[in-house]
Structure formats: C-alpha cells, structure tokens
C-alpha cells in the first residue's frame, strides 16, 4: 500500500517558472543539494551565478503529507551566445530521493515547451558521456564525437533541432 501511494504521489508534481526570489533561491537550494553536497562541486560552479539574470528558470515541487510544496527539482535555459533562434539547456538538478520517478523528464518536457514559447527552435546541452543514453532517449542528438573538459570533467554537446 505504501509503494502504491508512493507512486501516486509523483504524478502531483507541479513544475512552474520561477519568477520571484523566494523561487530562484528554492532552485539555488535545490542545485547546492545536488551538485556541491551530493557531487562535490564547488558553490561558484552550481549555484546561481550571472547567468540566471537572462536565463528562464523552472522549479519542480511536489506536495507532502501537509500540503506543503516541497522543491525536488530545477532547470534552466540561457540564450545560446550568437544564435537568437537557440537556447542552451542546462542546470538539471533533481533531489535524490525524487529520482527515477520522472521529474528530469518533466522539467526537460516544460522547458522545451517554454523554450518555444520564447521563439527558440533547437537546446544545445553539454552533459558527461555517461549522461548521454539518458538524453537522447529525450530526442538529443550527438552531432560530433568532441571531448571537451567543463568544470573539470569530459562533456559533450547535444542538440534538439527542432522543438515539437
């Protein structure tokens, strides 16, 4: 009975832009969880740096048993430098224990559908090699084999042409 409440419970996932302080802070909260105390990256790397100024900003919350919006998860788009018709997708971060359930998918899905919105016709994202299965079962495409190092480990770049 647990599990199937469990399982219940994730299809209430309510994912929204995140407009005020109060939300951007809740999408910081939710990167520093992952990326600097899960990963072991550093603040200045994975919190919210300049970039946030232009970027549109999404926060996955969940209810708990009281009612209370819990974050789970964020994502982020920043313009793609020299190219008005492309964004880059970027700062996937979804709490451990919400894992596996489909939240990435979610927030991955809502900014695609945000990114049309803003007139954008293709993501880019950057992502480890061992990351990449999971994106291009999400339609991202390797274009090219390149290695290059971000913030001290191997990435490659992925590309969705053309958004649905």
Request: charged share 30%.
């Amino acid at each position: 009975m647990d599990n199937n409440k469990a399982s219940t419970s994730f299809q209430n996932i309510h994912i929204q832009r995140a407009v005020t302080q109060e939300e951007k802070t809740k999408c910081e909260d939710v990167r520093i969880d992952v990326f600097v105390k899960e990963l072991g990256f550093s603040r200045e790397l994975r919190g919210i740096d300049s970039r946030d100024a232009t970027a549109i900003l999404l926060l996955a919350t969940m209810g708990d048993e009281n009612g209370v919006n819990i974050p789970i998860g964020t994502i982020r788009m920043v313009p793609c430098k020299d190219d008005n018709s492309s964004g880059t997708l970027s700062r996937l971060a979804v709490r451990s224990h919400y894992r596996g359930k489909g939240v990435g998918r979610k927030l991955i899905h809502a900014l695609e559908v945000a990114a049309k919105d803003e007139g954008k016709v293709s993501l880019m994202l950057e992502c480890q090699p061992q990351k990449r299965g999971y994106y291009e079962s999400l339609g991202y495409i390797l274009e090219d084999d390149t290695i290059h190092m971000r913030v001290g480990t191997p990435h490659q770049k992925l590309w969705k042409r053309h958004l649905l």
